[in-house]
């Protein structure tokens, strides 16, 4: 059953790097990206423009400081901030430790395409190119997670776009005991931080709110942005509680993925007339290992599957 009915969006950096082989496991999701079975899209799925994605690139500041990470692949980040992966610590050593039903977690301290402190992509996916996603659980004393009013602090946080909204997130985080890092998140894979954003489906502002949600907006107006943020933060809240405070199954949910999700469930759409209603596969590394580490997912082309490149601009 999909319980979701929110925004999606399909960020997905205009990259010309793909990923090579040189990975170790489950190279067969990045090769079978072509071979996709031909399904409708889930009608409720959204898509919008590259343009608007582009935009978080720029909000990437510092490109002084080159990477000394460990990547054991083709691409080369073209910036990256290096505090990012020294200080990704919550807990002793910075790194994810739960107990692990998918095999070993494969955490880094170094961010790369493929892992940081949160895991290995194809762990945080697990069962993606099996039987179905079935992600292990990890909630929130478990995860490595910066906070919002430190990430700020660093000259090159991509949170620099959102500047005007950060008391929102931190008043409402703390209201609805989510991490105001999370929704800072939402907010930037949703919109960029900008408020007026619409998207192709008539989602709203900054938390891209489905018109189903904009029901009680004041004046009408969805992108209010007290209105925006707290509705899409309660909704992430409300998903938390019914998942037992299950983060990976919840943040996968609030983008429209589903326990049991296959690699071509997730990018039927491929081949549909909305190329960017696919689950974008890269997107919870990005989230684990790039927006709540402080560190930009898009500038620094964090993902291996790349599926939504075939899609073009539109
Ligand atoms: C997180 O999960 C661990 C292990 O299942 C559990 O011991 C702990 O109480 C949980 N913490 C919260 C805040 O739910």
Known sequence: MRTHSFAFTFFCAATTVVASSSHNFEARNVHARHLIHARQPPIEKRCKTRTESESTSSTFADDSVQSSSSTTHSVTPTSTSTSAQASASSSGSGLLSVVSTCGAIGATL???????????????????????????????????????????????????????????????????????????????????????TVGGGGEEGLMQ??????????????????????????????????????????????????????????????????????????YLHQFFNGWIQNYDPYANDLGVYHNLDVCGSD
């Open 110 to 196: 170094d961010i790369t395409s493929q892992s940081g402190p949160n895991g290995n992509i194809y762990w945080i996916n697990c069962g993606l190119s099996d039987d179905g996603w079935n992600p292990v659980y990890v909630n929130i004393s478990q995860i490595i997670v910066k906070d919002l009013n430190t990430a700020l602090q660093d000259s090159s946080t991509p949170f620099s776009a959102c500047s005007s909204y950060i008391d929102k997130f931190n008043q409402y985080g703390e209201e609805l005991n989510v991490p105001p890092i999370f929704i800072a998140s939402f907010a930037m894979q949703e919109s960029s931080c900008n408020p007026a």
């Open 209 to 282: 709110l489905t018109p189903d949600k904009c029901t009680d907006a004041p004046n009408g107006d969805c992108q209010d942005v007290d209105y925006n943020i707290y509705t899409g933060a309660k909704y992430f809240s409300d998903l938390l509680d019914s998942n037992d405070g299950d983060l990976f199954l919840s943040v996968g949910s609030y983008n429209g993925w589903y326990k049991g999700m296959t690699y071509a469930d997730a990018t039927a759409a491929a081949s549909s007339d909305c190329c960017r209603c696919q689950q974008n596969l890269d």
